[in-house]
């Protein structure tokens, strides 16, 4: 099992950017495919980015994909989620999601292991 705790969430005007990042407590981090995941109020959790366990492969979802950049750094146990020209719709609580042998893009039906999420808002 894996504990994960994101930060960097916070308030953003409409263009602007955040970096999220992702710390991880497992020695066996470097195993692990990690996603992340949005949950917008009173919308069902979506998958946004996902890198697998060595960080060569990346995927996205389509309503984030060139605006978002996935990274993750094996020695530190992180991964961070780069966001720029936010836009409105992209306010949610933002979730990091740990699954093993994945690969980039993990579906929520996956048994994953959650950090408690950060939330983002994104103001017109």
């Known amino acids: 099992q894996v504990q994960l705790v994101e930060s960097g969430g916070g308030l953003v005007q409409a263009g602007g950017s955040l970096r999220l990042s992702c710390a991880a407590s497992?020695?066996?981090?470097?195993?692990?495919?990690i996603g992340w995941f949005r949950q917008a109020l009173g919308k069902e959790r979506e998958f946004v980015a996902g890198?697998?366990?060595?960080?060569?492969?990346?995927a996205y979802s389509d309503s984030v994909k060139g605006r978002f950049t996935i990274s993750r750094d094996n020695a530190k146990n992180t991964v961070d989620l780069q966001m720029s020209s936010l836009k409105p719709d992209d306010t949610a609580v933002y979730y990091c999601?740990?699954?093993?042998?994945?690969?980039?893009?993990?579906?929520?039906?996956?048994?994953?292991?959650w950090g408690q999420g950060t939330q983002v808002t994104v103001s017109s």
């Open positions: 497992a020695r066996t981090f470097s195993t692990y495919d």
């Open positions: 999601a740990a699954a093993y042998g994945t690969g980039p893009r993990i579906r929520l039906s996956e048994r994953l292991d």
């Open positions: 890198i697998n366990r060595s960080g060569g492969n990346t």
